[in-house]
């Protein structure tokens, strides 16, 4: 079992109190014990306080203590032995919690991992620059069926890639978390089988749903849907033409290219993409001037993503002096 300790004291508020409607509350919940038995609502008081700070202080453990009449260390034993509770500061804005767990793990939860030391920080349970993300890897979340998946705050997201998880966090960095769909990111409904049921049908309904996937199936194939199409010509129109002359310059494979993933924003799609167009090294990167830039930025539809993660910054580091000169420069190991 993991060693867990309370946070810093440089990271530690100097008090905590409940706000008005969650004291409120707080109050009712003790009620609902018999007399003598108020400390068993020490597990809904710190996940309440939780909720409230983002994560459980040393000043909310003290106080929720003194509200039940118990003893600070009995609290303190509650509070380092239920993972579920945040003994250090997370993002604010999300904290993601990757299953590990088998299942999830066969079916890419590795990739997912793989995305979150990218985009978040290269160690779980450590924030991003700004504060707002964050991350770690946690034991089974009961979505097995619709694995890999994790789950931000209170709501789960199931059926992920690599890249449907990029689209989130960036979601979340901007704000914009609310607007993204919870549970399944693929066509079906909860844990339902992908497509729609299939069993427990009469016979003419099986025959239907048969008779309905294929004709859906073949009709994806020989004519998208046309918003598909609309969407694609929208993306066509604005992604620049291979043969502008912004076009940073390709090279032939090398023996050994760089690890391009080292790149904070490079993950394996992307990585995939840039070797595409002839791009395998750092110092093709860190060389890239502002129209070279703007091309890969439009060309990969990222909106001004290469200027905020700063790739020529970074490539210029790691190409000279690799790791030692990233952590150098900015504080911290790549990825």
Known sequence: MSVRRLAEDQFQPAAFAFNAENAVWAEKTIQKYPDGRQQSAIIPL???????????????????????????????????????????????????????????????????????KSRINDHAFERNVDGTLSWEEVECQGACVNAPMVVIGK????????????????????????????????????????????????????????????????????????????????DAAKKPSLDDKDRPAGIERPAQPDDLQLISGVGPKIEGTLHELGIFTFAQIAGWHEAERHWVDGYLNFKGRIERDEWVKQAEALAKGGEAEYIKVFGKKPR
């Not at 034993?77 to 509770?85: C, G, I, K, N, S």
């Not at 199931?158 to 993204?180: S, Y």
């Not at 749903?209 to 598909?228: D, F, G, Q, Y």
């Open 46 to 116: 710190m996940m309440r306080a939780q909720e409230q700070e983002g994560w459980v202080t040393k000043a909310a453990i003290e106080t929720i203590a003194d509200m039940l009449d118990m003893a600070y260390i009995r609290a303190l034993e509650v509070a380092t032995f239920y993972t579920q509770f945040q003994l250090n500061p997370v993002g604010t804005r999300a904290h993601v919690q990757v299953c590990g767990t088998t299942p999830c793990m066969l079916r890419g939860a590795e990739g997912l991992i793989k995305i979150c």
């Open 155 to 234: 709501d789960t997201y199931e059926d992920l890639t690599p890249t449907r998880l990029e689209e989130i966090i960036d979601a979340f960095a901007a704000g914009k978390g609310h607007e993204i769909q919870t549970g399944p990111q693929i066509d079906r409904v909860f844990s339902a089988p992908e497509g729609g049921l299939t069993s427990l049908l009469s016979d003419e309904a099986k025959a239907k749903s048969s008779a309905s996937k294929t004709a859906k199936a073949t009709a994806e194939v020989v004519a998208p849907p046309p918003s598909e199409i609309a969407s694609e010509k929208a």
